[in-house]
């Protein structure tokens, strides 16, 4: 085939450049004059529509975040109501009997919640300091505020972490299951006196006894910020409480921060000064709130870390505009700063909610939004574009129809192509590289054919190499299938006829003890003295002992029939239990269906130890029982049966190295957890698991008896996961026992869940 000849490039220049120029400059000149008159008209009207909605938004956001605050006062009230009512009650009663039954004066000197049965994430806990004197009024108002705390604690926690009475004397009752040890734990000599939340209630500092609000503070172990509301309780003309709930702010800072209008935020502080939220000057923790300068050059209160001097000059200035603002204003416009600001007084804590808008953000948007810019760029582009048109069917269009009709000709396979190479332009260039195109297209066209055919024949000598290897794969699986299999019903059957041969054993020993040589003397003798049969048992000496000894000669036949019969019994159980076995691996071969029926699991207990009653027996094994009281379970009896059974074996070997009169095993059923799981233990004080072994302990073919083969701990997991459950072990290392926990769903849709999980 011919190859197309290859012509020397031409020199290149721009056919684009001419057109661009001209087009570009009428282009400039409308844009620059639409942009102009749209700015200026939408840059008023975004202005005045983000003033209204900065308003709208600080309302919206002050109401919602209020609300917990708002909740926290009204709260108050019924506590407060309510705790009048108890201090009132107890006016008429002895307190003495029931304070003594609840609080323990202990040895360093603070009298607490006695101890035992105290739980500090269901009930409050009470603290009086060392020092404190318990009269009977002090004692009635603790009753009073722990009834109370007791009543109302818990409902409250939904929202507030913790609800306190604090009594002027210094004793303390609140409910705080976050700190649910934090009433035994703390220093007997620990005081809260001198705290803020108890000062602001003193009739001193709260003559209008009122609910009021400390400043923010950082909980130190948690490093949580929050604020604390506190209402005083007058009886009489007389402070007898202050009523306490924490608000945790952590949630309410990150709304403040990340929830905000686009490109605005917002920050939170409280009317002297005290910052509350900010989304670049942050409190760090252990150094306290920050409070922003009243008057700018003045020192700050806390050495903060965060946000720059400018940054912090900025929001004194902020600060110093909101304080100053007319009463009722709830939007400024800040032309010194640049800037537009909303906001909006929180109720309860005297807070105040401020959105900040620069200024640039509305300028851009309207630059971005304008729609006269639009307007004239679409009639500028109509217009250009009709030029374009022109210019692109004389100078590209036709060219490039031509080179349509060469790729044309390429995809049928005729790679002789002729285009107009002699232009002095980027088409002549383009054309120049399409003949060379068509030519390395048409060589690769070959190789690439020869490589196809070479390619084909190796793919097919592959394909049957992988179909070989695949065959030889699927027949190594299935012998390894049928191995385990019989490995496993080898090792169960192999447990269970153990103990088939004991029962027999011991039944042929009953029966071989049995003296029926002496029923076959006595028989003799009677029928040697048939004649005078009365006279021989009344007045023959060996007469007269043979109607008593035949009578202890039945009860002792009866006595071993039943411990023959017993021995026969089990032997048929065991036998039973053989056939479950193999017809439970032959299931494992050939199914995955489950039959379930309803198992009394403490009976199956008795029943796996019975199977191994002779060999810990024999190996002077002691058990211990300790099986709850539990409904049945809807399960495969005969897999939990072949569980226990392994873990019983396992835990009897495991203490052989133990002294006889040292050896301890226990297995015990717990009622079901809340996950809805049954847990049976088998327990010993045996030869224990190294650590490192505990990992591997389940896997096939691993053990750590010298004579043991590793497949009863496997197949036991194994169909633990079936039943939809799980086989676990623990151990403390060697020489500390182990123990193995089976868990076992209690419904039935629980174990199809798992098991097919």
Known sequence: MAMPRVFPLPDRTSLARTTLIRMGVRIAVIMSLATLFSYLHIFNSFRTEALVQMEQSVVERSQREQAIFVLAEDNHKALKKAL??????WRTQDPSPRFEGMFVHL????????????DGTKMPGVIVPKGVVIDDDLRRRILAAYEVVAQYGPAFHVRFTNTGVLLPEGVLVGYWPEGATWFQDVEATFSFLPMEYLTISLPENNPQRTSAWTGIFEDVPSKTWMVTVATPLDVDGRHVATITHDVLLEELMNRTIQDRLPGAYNFLVRDDGQLIAHPTIKMESGQ?????????????????????????????GIFEK???????????????????????????????????????VVSSAAIRASRYVLLFGLVSLIIELGIMYWVLKQQITRPLLDFTEATGKLEAGDFNVSLDIWREDELGQLAHAFHQMAGEIQRREEALRQANE??????????????????????????????????????????????????????????????????????????????????????????????????QLGKNLQSERKEILLLLNDVSRHTEHIGAIVNLQQRYARTSHHLHEQVDLRALVEDALRINQAALGRHSVKVERLLADIPSVLTEKHKVLLILVNLISNAKYALDAMPEAERRLSVRIERPLSDGFICIEVKDNGVGIAPELLTRIFQHGFTTRQEGHGFGLHSSALAAQELGGTLKVHSDGPGQGASFILELPVSAEQQGGQSHA
């Open 454 to 551: 070479g390619l084909e024949l190796r793919v097919e000598e592959r394909t049957r190499e992988l179909k070989d290897a695949h065959r030889q794969l699927v027949e190594s699986a299935l012998q390894v299938g049928r191995a385990e299999i019989a490995t496993n019903v080898l090792h169960n059957v192999g447990n269970v006829l153990s103990s088939v041969l004991i029962s027999s054993m011991l039944a042929k020993e009953r029966l071989s003890g049995l003296k029926l040589e002496n029923v076959e003397r006595v028989a003799a003798l009677l029928e040697e003295h048939r004649g005078d049969l009365s006279a021989f048992i009344q007045g023959d000496k060996r007469g007269q002992t043979t109607l008593p000894f035949l009578t």
């Open 107 to 118: 040895p360093d000197g603070s009298t607490r919640n006695i101890p035992q049965g105290f």
């Open 322 to 360: 909101l304080s100053t603002r007319a009463p009722g204003q709830r939007v400024l416009e800040l032309p010194e700063l640049g800037e537009y600001m909303a906001m909006e007084r929180l109720k309860g804590p005297g807070w105040t909610f401020v959105t900040v808008l620069p200024e640039h």
């Open 288 to 316: 306290g709130p920050y409070t922003i300068p009243k008057v700018l050059g003045m020192p700050e209160a806390v050495n903060s870390k965060e946000g720059t001097p400018e940054q912090r000059a900025h929001l004194s």
């Open 84 to 89: 009048e009512e108890r201090i009132r009650f």
